[in-house]
């Protein structure tokens, strides 16, 4: 029971309104351009004057135009701002595929460690020796963890580690005289970056089509393999969730061809310290560093993408990397050979080597084996107390560390699958990932990771079970209106891109631009 | 193991619930052969105190740029970032939340990004801007496929004063690739690239301040490559140079590639940093990278959702413009507030005290015998020849406690000709005292 200003209960009077929705914390808040101005600044600089500028006559002339807040201002408006936001602090992703798992904050404290923080990349390597160190012992435990024989640190992103695992894939191939390999094989089921990375390089790209169960058949890489086939880009565990149980046989297969065996490693959190992939053939993998390892996603970014590589890989990886030396430990900054050249500026994402190394630390051997095992069991869990209402499209095997349901239990509703996930953020809930993998048709990917309690999990069922029965009762208003919880209503993305706004304009110029 | 919540009790409830007599029993589609059957040989977990001794350890072996006189740039800026700025970028909602998919319960996250490429497109003068790159470098790479994908044309030609690391990510990316010239490395600043544009060319990629501190003529580079029907990509990889100098877009560039660490983001051995990229209304299809727009939802209220999502990986898989699936959020975000913190007043403020502070450096390494400098022009950064090869000097000068800059050798290899030159930046950090202990640790070194 709250209190007034007198210091006596309060009741809560004879209103008559809806239920509360909170809108009372969640603002709108106005663009920065529109509460600042040119003249307000939050910074404290001396006004120095200069008496010969080395210009050279290149002064600015077209104005700045930025928008200046003083500190209180600026704090108001990103706190305002960031209560807009749902978060992994604050509630549940099931976002299938994204693996998004509690983000420790000892990473953040270390990652700020002026010894890591305020370094150069180019400042001499005598003076950086403990960065070294640091990246030698993630790249430890990045091999041991997958038995590969090499790692290439420095990719931005999964995508960027992608692309450079396709580049020394390519770099082999041209090594050993078979650079007329252009196609590459690539599941229906695969993320969408696998094509994407294929056709930036050059390759063709050929889609091999699931079983009936959501898995590979090695018959049908047989068939598709070719001496003019460069790669398989295999996801495993894959997208529906499942470990593809011929992997084995897939990457002889693939070997036997003069193939090479990429496997998009997004899915590693399910598996590490249970499976190593090098046990399974693999040529190269990247890991996301920001799924697997616990660094931020940060709103969309930056990540981190290292790739292992096999040890016929191992001489094409780029540069830089560490070596160890009788004195000490050398960044190899100049590639030799058919190596890889430079795939980013400088070193990559050291930021999150520390943050990842700092949580491989805090796990250890143990804890990362464990925590794989318990995301395959809250996935399964919630597979279990859901699949009598959600349909599962490949009830065979267990799943791994996300469980994938297809929207057939809303058929003759009215109510869509995005309907659905709408409904879910009024719960509470931020929305499952939808309509990927596209080999299930309305695809509902949930992963929990193993972050989430029981407590947390039951909720979450009961939160979807009592929305399909809503469903399927024919409540259809609840689902065509949501979200109504949030600081926003459905937006209309379709008008965005009609006639796309990017940046804010004076009102004067967009008056101008109708006219 | 304090991040996992379960108790055995509850691993069996589930179990039980899922009818699987362990978890183990779970990992049977695994063929048998590959199960790690032996623990790994790698420590276990570990209490926080003892994993924060070992990480301080390994930082403790660095110099850190505050630790003493430090001019070490080349496309790494030190500056100061406020406070606020980390504070901010630490709270849960911003650090822990995913790429804004559902605008719905993200509208913090896209509001923020409209800002920023707002902020962008002012600070380069051109129409839009993206939401972020991975990195300067990377980025670079992007505009030239960028320009190839608009052209239809393939000659591609790097100046001499482009970062070299950006040339070699450049050429990685499009590795054996005859249609892409790098010209030779032009430490005087000197004109290299605008006679050998011709009709085949779909863009000349032009830095300024260039790799060795020189300011570029962007208007005659524009006008010589318009004049063939080229594209022109201006590199900037010091974005506070902006604050004084003028805006690439208002020179006619057709895209501008930028390394945003400077503003909002730490050194951090090299990463994570901040690609900028902004380009012409027109061209915007075929930019590559998240962007964010303006909308309305059910009632009419304005948000902001991702859009033009037609042109990336996820929509379009192999007919993509890029495999890009990230941003770089969160050093947006910083960017964004640093910005909006320092607004037209501050930036100003801080582009000139960095060229107050390079201008004395320059002046101070003017005075020192058999030291030359090459520049006429700079903005915070410049480049000195001195009568014997730089490294050592730098590494004689690091024993010292001061970090002198960047021998250019270190980033070309095999070119004597460069290898007595040294790159060195100032900013509103570096101070009357660090100065003189750089002039009098050379004065001693130098023969």
């Known amino acids: 029971m709250s209190m007034n200003t007198q210091g006596r209960p309060t009741g809560t009077g004879n209103v008559t309104s809806s239920p509360a929705n909170g809108a009372a914390l969640l603002p709108n808040e106005p663009l920065l351009f529109e509460i600042g101005d040119t003249e307000h600044s939050g910074v404290d600089l001396p006004d120095v004057s200069i008496k010969r500028d080395r210009l050279g006559g290149f002064s600015r002339t077209l104005p700045l135009d930025l928008a200046g807040l003083t500190e209180p201002e600026a704090m108001r408006h990103y706190v305002r701002l960031s209560r807009l936001n749902y978060s992994i602090d604050s509630g549940m992703y099931p976002l299938g595929s994204c693996t998004m798992k509690h983000n420790p904050r000892l990473n953040e404290k270390m990652a700020r460690l002026p010894g890591f923080a305020d370094i150069h990349p180019l400042q001499p390597v005598s003076t950086v020796q403990g960065a070294l160190a640091l990246m030698d012992q993630l790249a430890h435990w990045l091999m041991t963890l997958t038995n590969t024989a090499a790692v290439a640190l420095s990719p931005k992103a999964g995508a960027h580690g992608e692309l450079l695992g396709m580049m020394a894939i390519k770099a082999a191939q041209t090594a050993r005289g078979e650079g007329h390999r252009k196609v590459v094989l690539v599941p229906e089921s695969a993320h969408g970056t696998n094509p994407a990375t294929a056709a930036f390089l050059g390759y063709s790209v050929k889609a091999i089509p699931a079983r009936a169960d959501g898995t590979v058949d090695v018959t049908a890489v047989r068939e598709a393999l070719s001496p003019d086939v460069a790669a398989i880009m295999l996801t495993n565990p894959n997208t529906c969730g499942l470990f593809e149980p011929q992997v084995i046989e897939i990457a002889e297969a693939v070997h036997d061809a003069g193939a090479f065996f990429y496997c998009d490693g997004a899915n590693f959190n399910a598996i590490m310290g249970v499976v190593r992939p090098g046990d399974l053939g693999i040529d190269a993998m990247h890991i996301n560093l920001h799924k697997t390892f616990s660094t931020p996603h940060g709103g969309g970014g930056p990540g981190a993408g290292p790739v292992v590589l096999s040890a016929a890989l191992a001489p094409f990886a780029p540069v830089p990397f560490v070596q160890r030396t009788e004195s000490g430990l050398e960044l190899v900054e100049h590639s030799e050979g058919e190596a890889l050249g430079r795939i980013t500026a ?170 | 193991m304090r991040y996992l919540p379960h108790s055995d009790a509850e691993r069996a409830d589930m179990l039980a619930a899922i009818g699987a007599p362990s978890i183990e029993a779970l990992f049977g589609a695994v063929p048998a052969k590959a199960l790690q059957s032996e623990s790994l040989d790698l420590p276990d977990h570990s209490p926080e105190f003892l994993v924060e001794a070992h990480m301080r350890g390994l930082a403790g072996q660095n110099h850190a740029a505050a630790d003493g006189p430090f001019f070490v740039g080349a496309g790494a800026y030190r500056h100061h970032v406020p406070a606020t700025v980390d504070h901010l970028i630490q709270r849960s909602e911003w650090l822990t939340a995913y790429t804004p998919y559902q605008p719905e319960i993200s509208q913090g996250t896209l509001q923020m990004l409209f800002e920023f490429q707002t902020q962008v497109a002012k600070l380069t003068g051109m129409d839009v801007a993206n939401a972020s790159l991975y990195d300067g470098s990377t980025g670079t790479a992007e505009a030239v496929l960028m320009a190839r994908r608009l052209t239809r044309r393939t000659k591609v030609l790097l100046s001499g004063g482009l970062h070299p690391h950006y040339r070699d990510v450049v050429c990685g990316y499009l590795k054996d690739d005859a249609d892409l010239i790098c010209l030779d490395a032009s430490p005087e600043g000197q004109g290299d690239i605008l006679d050998r544009i011709d009709d085949q060319t779909a863009a000349i990629v032009v830095q300024t301040p260039d790799f060795y501190g020189h300011l570029r003529n962007i208007q005659t580079a524009a006008d010589a490559a318009h004049a063939k029907g080229a594209l022109l990509i201006v590199v900037v990889t010091e974005i506070v140079s902006l604050g004084l100098l003028e805006a690439p877009g208002a020179y006619g560039a057709d895209i501008v590639v930028a390394e945003g660490q400077s503003i909002g983001n730490a050194l951090n051995f090299g990463g994570p940093y901040l690609g900028l990229m902004a380009t012409r209304q027109q061209f915007v299809r075929q930019m590559p990278g998240r962007l964010c727009g303006e909308t309305v939802d059910a009632d009419g209220q304005r948000g902001f959702v991702l859009t033009l999502s037609t042109r990336e990986q996820h929509i379009r898989r192999e007919k993509a413009t890029s495999n890009i699936c990230t941003n770089s959020g969160l050093c947006a975000l910083a960017f964004s507030i640093h910005l909006g913190l320092l607004g037209e007043a501050g930036l100003v403020k801080l582009a000139r005290l960095n060229h107050a502070r390079a201008c004395a450096l320059a002046d101070a390494l003017g005075t020192v015998k058999g030291v030359e400098l090459l520049n006429a022009t700079f903005f915070n950064e410049m480049t000195i020849r001195l009568p014997v090869a730089a490294e050592p000097v730098v590494a004689q000068l690091a024993k010292k406690g001061i970090l002198a800059g960047v021998p250019v050798s270190r980033l070309e290899r095999g070119r004597p000709e460069l290898d007595n030159l040294l790159v060195l930046a100032a900013t509103e950090l570096t101070t009357d005292a660090d100065i003189t202990a750089l002039i009098a640790a050379l004065e001693e070194v130098l023969p």
């Open chain 1, 346 to 515: 400088f070193q990559g994402q050291m930021g999150m080597y520390v943050r990842a190394l700092t949580y491989m630390l805090s796990h250890g051997s143990d804890g990362l084996a464990q925590a794989a095992k318990d995301a395959v069991l809250n996935a399964n869990y919630v597979k279990a107390r859901l699949q009598t209402v959600f349909s599962v499209p490949f009830p065979d095997q267990p799943c791994m560390h996300e469980a994938l349901f297809d929207d057939s239990f809303l058929n003759q509703t009215g109510v869509s699958t995005l309907d659905f996930a709408k409904a879910l953020i009024d719960k509470g809930f931020h929305p499952m990932t939808m309509y990927f993998p596209l080999v299930v048709h309305g695809a509902m990917l949930v992963e929990p990771t193993e972050s989430e309690s029981k407590q947390t999990l039951d909720q979450f069922c009961d939160v979807m079970l009592e929305l399909a029965s809503d469903a399927i009762a024919g409540n259809m208003q609840n689902f065509l209106s949501a979200p109504v919880n949030a600081p926003r209503r459905r937006m209309d993305e379709t008008r965005a891109a009609r006639s796309p706004i990017l940046k804010w304009e004076r009102e004067e110029v967009v008056s101008e631009a109708a006219q």
